[in-house]
């Protein structure tokens, strides 16, 4: 009886070629931040302050009211390095016999960063003077209730100097710098 | 009389390991200019779905594989950026019983080396082509300070 025996050998032979093969790779991504300085005034529109005709003989002028609808909003962004900011305010024309006076208050506690500090209550003049200072990276978020509240306030420095008149118009003129 | 029957063959077989290659161009994030005075950054950004595409192959002979990911600084990064990544999709592969799992929801990424998806080969390589990688960038404000800031997303294929 024939029979085979079948003796199979398995060869397996494997040839590892060796090929170069990459277990890590990348990708890369970048942000560009800038410089911001934006400063603005909220809600648009003039304000009115009026004085009043007394109604007894012999006495002053009523001032107005304190007008706090204004809210001083501003964005920053500085360099790591970069100066502080400020925030300046100055008025075309002076009305003799009249001062403007300018209350900031400090800032809502909306918005964030490095908020500035109020000089509180100033004379507002043709020169700018320093409403603000110490701004750095911030935001106050926009619109009234935002930011810093503004208290606008008339008061008599000489009698002598003061003239009737009607309409007249005064422009505060604010901005932002290093 | 005996029949020797010699079977030899020779397998080619590539070096058994797992690879694994970054496609894709760079994401520079252009937030949209702030114009308006009080306003802040909208903060977080996304890139395209396929900012990045894998390719990415595990020999059946190691049966699974994992990605990993991680950043790092290149040169300048502020640690207020958050970056998160996602597997959008699962690329494509002629393998049928093979598989992709994991990575379909934002995970953070750090600084250390994080699981984003495994790979399972069944009966075959797993050679998974072009799979989308999209990332998301948050924490972007006016309060970080002014510069270009820039970071490597870094990948790696492993055992799980």
């Known amino acids: ?178 | 009389m005996y029949c020797i029957i010699l079977l030899s063959f020779g397998s080619i077989q590539a070096n058994a390991q797992r690879n694994l290659t970054v496609v894709g161009s760079s994401w520079n994030v252009n937030p949209a200019p702030i114009t308006e005075a009080g306003q802040n950054y909208a903060g977080t950004y996304e890139s395209p779905s396929n900012q990045i595409l894998l390719n990415a192959q595990v020999p059946l002979l190691l049966a699974s594989g994992k990605v990993s990911v991680r950043f790092e600084a290149n040169p300048t990064w502020h640690n207020a950026l958050k970056l998160a990544i996602r597997r959008t999709g699962n690329g494509t592969t002629v393998c049928v019983l093979c598989a992709i799992t994991g990575g379909l929801t934002y995970l953070p990424i750090t600084t250390v080396d994080t699981e984003l998806f495994r790979i399972q080969a069944v009966l075959a390589l797993a050679s998974y082509s072009n799979i989308p990688i999209q990332l998301s960038l948050s924490g972007v404000s006016v309060t970080i300070p002014a510069a270009n800031y820039q970071s490597r997303v870094i990948f790696t294929i492993g055992p799980i």
């Open chain 1, 1 to 178: 009886m024939k029979y085979f025996h079948y003796i199979l050998l398995f060869s397996c032979i494997i040839f590892p070629l060796g090929l170069s093969c990459q277990t890590t790779g990348s990708s890369n991504l970048s942000v560009n931040l800038p410089t911001i300085a934006l400063v603005d005034i909220e809600p648009m529109g003039a304000i009115n302050l009026n004085f009043s005709a007394p109604i007894q003989a012999g006495m002053p002028i009523i001032a107005p009211t304190v007008n706090n609808t204004k809210w001083l909003n501003y964005t920053s962004a500085v360099t790591a390095n970069g100066t502080n900011r400020r925030i300046t305010a100055s008025i075309n024309r002076t009305i003799p016999g009249i001062a403007i006076r300018l209350l900031t208050g400090p800032p809502s506690s909306t918005g964030a960063g490095v908020l500035g500090v109020s000089a509180g209550q100033l004379t507002l003049g043709t020169t700018p003077i320093v409403i603000v200072s110490g701004i750095r990276g911030a935001f106050t978020g926009n619109g009234a209730n935002n930011g810093h509240q503004l208290n606008f306030s008339l008061t008599t420095t000489n009698y002598a100097n003061l003239s009737a008149m009607t309409s007249t118009v005064v422009v505060v003129t604010y901005t932002i710098l290093e």
